[in-house]
């Protein structure tokens, strides 16, 4: 079966840096995305992989190693703001998306 | 305002009711999803319309008849709903159907649904 797995809930420390996990296995692999939910909120796009490396976008960047079946999203200068679900998706082999459950974080002052 | 509007925010219902969800898109997107969340689990994606046919229907229960009559509006009508309905429904849509590149979905916030 295809599943992703990410870490249910992680506290962080307002300034700090925190890096959200997400492993993978699907049935092909068409891209990776992040995506942030804030609380009675939408999802919004945050960022997409499809190739190995690293993606920057301001305090947000996210890894993927196709290899491992991994991804990371790094946050930087954490920001009460930044308290949130943050979902992993993948899109695979038929090009449907495969959602993880998200994982909540909470950051502190 | 991420250009997805759906309505109503917020429903209660009956098991006996009829009622409807509604989604609007003002992007120009020809695909239009409808998904539940429930609490800390995986986004359930439930039906699928591409330039208004629908084309995947995940195994849900005939108590949710989807419609779609033109690009732009999306429906999910409700039946004879049981309580593990209950979940936040959300709408989506994007420019195609993700067949190429960087096709991210643009979500509704979602109809937190209440069955009792």
């Known amino acids: 079966g295809q599943n992703i797995d990410q870490p249910t809930e992680m506290t962080a420390t307002e300034g700090a840096i925190v890096q959200i996990n997400c492993t993978y296995q699907t049935s092909g692999f068409n891209g990776l995305f992040w995506y942030q939910q804030h609380a009675g909120e939408a999802p919004t796009f945050l960022s997409y992989?499809?190739l190995d490396g690293l993606e920057e976008k301001g305090r947000f960047s996210s890894f993927l190693s196709r290899s491992k079946g991994y991804s990371y999203l790094l946050l930087k200068e954490l920001q009460m703001k930044d308290s949130a679900s943050y979902l992993c998706a993948v899109r695979d082999g038929n090009y449907q998306l495969i959602w993880g459950a998200g994982t909540k974080l909470i950051i502190k002052p | 305002e991420t250009g997805v509007t759906q309505t109503p925010r917020h429903l209660v219902m009956g098991m006996t009711n009829k009622k409807s969800l509604k989604c609007e898109q003002h992007l120009g997107h020809n695909a239009m999803y409808w998904y539940k969340q429930s609490a800390k689990k995986p986004l359930e994606l439930m039906f699928v319309?591409?330039?208004?046919?629908?084309?995947e229907n995940n195994s849900v229960p005939s108590r949710f008849s989807p419609e779609c009559p033109n690009s732009s509006h999306l429906f999910l009508h409700l039946h004879t709903l049981q309580p593990e309905d209950s979940a936040l429904y959300l709408c989506?849509?994007?420019?195609?159907?993700?067949?190429?590149?960087?096709?991210?979905?643009?979500f509704g916030q979602g109809t937190r649904l209440t069955v009792v």
């Open positions: 992989n499809v």
């Open positions: 989506a849509s994007s420019q195609d159907q993700g067949l190429s590149g960087e096709t991210e979905a643009f």
């Open positions: 319309y591409s330039l208004e046919e629908r084309v």
